[in-house]
């Protein structure tokens, strides 16, 4: 059975751009890359932006078709210490935010942004419970 997700691999069709908002917009260390791929730090996770022609290899053409040019539909939610904090300096570093930190009901503060390719981020923080 399935127990956890160690690492995320997202395809992108533009993997300079996505190297660069990752690496200088959101400060992720690079562990490795070559042409078409490149590892991040994170920890206790494995994170990989792999270019789209590298799925060919890992998958197959059919596969390949179906991640070029269509929107992306995943999110990827992202514990932080202090979602406001977090906020303030992407914003800083130019990440255009979709919405605002905003307690949810549900018992976390979050906040959303895209990618460039447009994968969904959601930086969140747990709300601690009201005595």
């Not at 406001?84 to 570093?93: C, I, L, Q």
Request: proline share 5%.
């Amino acid at each position: 059975m399935i127990e956890k997700v160690n690492a995320v691999v997202l395809f992108v069709e533009d993997l300079d751009r996505a190297m660069r908002f990752y690496r200088d917009t959101l400060g992720l260390e690079i562990v490795f890359s070559d042409d078409v791929s490149i590892a991040l730090r994170l920890a206790g996770q494995d994170f990989a932006i792999v270019h789209v022609s590298a799925g060919v290899k890992m998958l197959n053409e059919e596969v390949l078709s179906q991640l070029t040019g269509v929107s992306r539909r995943v999110m990827l939610c992202a514990d932080v210490d202090n979602v406001d904090e977090v906020f303030a300096t992407f914003s800083e570093r130019g990440v255009a935010f979709i919405k605002p930190p905003i307690s949810q009901h549900w018992g976390w503060r979050t906040a959303y942004f895209a990618d460039p390719e447009g994968n969904i981020w959601e930086l969140r923080q747990a709300i601690p419970p009201q005595p």
